[in-house]
């Protein structure tokens, strides 16, 4: 069973940026999909980027284009998302997911019920 563990959350002001980071643990399979959610209190936990290995290119939420980037280290064991700009509403739980399959569907992506590991999350807190 893989094990997904989060790190790099913390507070910041309006503007500044922070970067986290997902390390994953036991999973050897060639193909998957890894995954940044956020949840806010009394909020849904929602997408914010995802890499499918099946596709040419990372999808983000609009909320965060332009703002926040997914990337992975070449080992392909650890994955982060680098935050610019933040805005108080950022501040969230921040959770790491990994799928088995290498694609899904772009308007699927972000439904929590297609990802079968999920992290401890990291809560990022930004001031006004």
């Known amino acids: 069973q893989a094990q997904l563990v989060e790190s790099g959350g913390g507070s910041v002001q309006a503007g500044g940026s922070l970067r986290l980071s997902c390390t994953v643990f036991g999973y050897t399979g060639s193909t998957y999909s890894m995954a940044w959610f956020r949840q806010a209190p009394g909020k849904e936990r929602e997408g914010v980027a995802v890499?499918?290995?099946?596709?040419?290119?990372?999808y983000y939420a609009d909320s965060v284009k332009g703002r926040f980037t997914i990337s992975q280290d070449n080992a392909e064991t650890t994955l982060y998302l680098q935050m610019n700009s933040l805005k108080p509403e950022d501040t969230a739980m921040y959770y790491c997911?990994?799928?088995?399959?290498?694609?899904?569907?772009?308007?699927?992506?972000?439904?929590?019920?297609?990802?079968?590991?999920w992290g401890q999350g990291t809560q990022v807190t930004v001031s006004p």
């Open positions: 997911a990994l799928s088995y399959r290498g694609w899904i569907p772009p308007d699927r992506w972000r439904q929590t019920g297609n990802y079968n590991v």
């Open positions: 890499i499918l290995t099946d596709a040419g290119h990372p």
